[in-house]
């Protein structure tokens, strides 16, 4: 079993950053993958950053050279904590973002962190 609890959302206005956390805990060294997506009103969650056990990240177009996927694989005290750093934020950003880790067997979400872009 793996709990995902996120934190950092909030209001910024358009062009400001933000750095949303991800803390796993539980079985963590059953993690293959984690990522975090997101989802607007009235639209379907989509991919935002995703990064492997091995290091490797993929991010949509659309936040391409704006936002940084990292994770902490500290194991001595078994956390492990996802990160993205968002930069020059657009009010397109605003949106409910999750934190996701899947391992081999299954899939854990997050509750969700609320974004909002605005002036």
């Known amino acids: 079993q793996l709990q995902l609890v996120e934190s950092g959302g909030g209001l910024v206005q358009p062009g400001g950053s933000l750095r949303l956390s991800c803390a796993a805990s539980g079985s963590i060294f059953s993690i293959n993958a984690m990522g975090w997506y997101r989802q607007a009103p009235g639209k379907q969650r989509e991919l935002v950053a995703r990064i492997t056990s091995g290091g490797s990240t993929n991010y949509a177009d659309s936040v391409k050279g704006r936002f940084t996927i990292s994770r902490d694989n500290a194991r001595d005290n078994a956390k492990n904590t996802l990160y993205l750093q968002m930069n020059s934020l657009k009010p397109e950003d605003t949106a409910v973002y999750y934190c996701?880790?899947?391992?081999?067997?299954?899939?854990?979400w997050g509750q969700g962190t609320q974004v909002t872009v605005s002036s």
């Open positions: 996701k880790a899947a391992t081999y067997s299954t899939v854990y």
